[in-house]
Nanobody
Framework: QVQLVESGGGSVQSGGSLRLSCAAS????????MGWFRQAPGKEREGVSC????????YYVDSVKGRFPISGDSGKNTLYLQMDNLKPEDTAMYYC???????????????????WGQGTQVTVSS
């Protein structure tokens, strides 16, 4: 059983910042990556960023590169997403999840390990 609790979302104006947090518990150790996903209204859920605990390398979908640094602590099972220079197109529900597979050249298609929390809503107004 895996529990995931996301927090830190909110409503901000374009150009603003938010910091998302994720607390994970349970049997997540079969995944060596943790990631952030998002789902905008009417769209499929997509991968945003992930961190590979084996070497602490980080990966990002092109639309957030340079704006959304990911960080975390594998020992404490925590994950963060610092969201800077937010844009209206970033509006979505954001989820953290252990990652089953990813391709760094197509990170939007990152596959979760099948566990989801309740998510945290991010709304960016222009």
């Amino acid at each position: 059983q895996v529990q995931l609790v996301e927090s830190g979302g909110g409503s901000v104006q374009s150009g603003g910042s938010l910091r998302l947090s994720c607390a994970a518990s349970g049997n997540i150790y079969t995944s060596y990556c943790m990631g952030w996903f998002r789902q905008a209204p009417g769209k499929e859920r997509e991968g945003v960023s992930c961190i590979d605990w084996r070497d602490d390398r980080t990966y990002y979908v092109d639309s957030v590169k340079g704006r959304f640094p990911i960080s975390g602590d594998s020992g404490k099972n925590t994950l963060y997403l610092q969201m800077d220079n937010l844009k209206p197109e970033d509006t979505a529900m954001y989820y953290c999840a252990p990652v089953a597979a990813y391709n760094e050249d197509e990170l939007s298609r990152m596959i979760s390990a099948g566990f989801w929390g309740q998510g945290t809503q991010v709304t960016v107004s222009s």
